[in-house]
């Protein structure tokens, strides 16, 4: 069974930074893009930063140039570094990935949370 277990959430000052980790086990398989998403309380979903397995990234504008997303492919895991934190970070953040046969896995989330 295929599962993704975050670590690195907490709590930070504004300004401050985390990393975020994500390792994926069960799988046979190396997975495709590997995702963070985060969900504030009454928002929707959003999706944060994204990297293929050829490294290439994509951010949301909200955290561009402050939050870098890198991956051990050998290690099915994935990295969330953010930095110059904000209060609207604030934020479950979840890690996502694509498999093979484009199944999709969530893991359980790790709560963010920036102080003013």
């Known amino acids: 069974q295929v599962q993704l277990v975050e670590s690195g959430g907490g709590l930070v000052q504004a300004g401050g930074s985390l990393r975020l980790s994500c390792v994926g086990s069960g799988s046979n398989f190396a997975f495709n893009t590997m995702d963070w998403y985060r969900q504030a309380p009454g928002k929707q979903r959003e999706l944060v930063a994204a990297i293929t397995s050829g490294g290439i990234t994509n951010y949301a504008d909200s955290v561009n140039g402050r939050f870098t997303i890198s991956r051990e492919n050998a290690k099915n895991t994935v990295y969330l570094q953010m930095n110059s934190l904000k209060p609207e970070d604030t934020a479950v953040y979840y890690c996502?990935?694509?498999?093979?046969?484009?199944?999709?896995?969530w893991g359980q989330g790790t709560q963010v949370t920036v102080s003013s």
């Open positions: 996502h990935a694509v498999g093979f046969m484009r199944k999709e896995y």
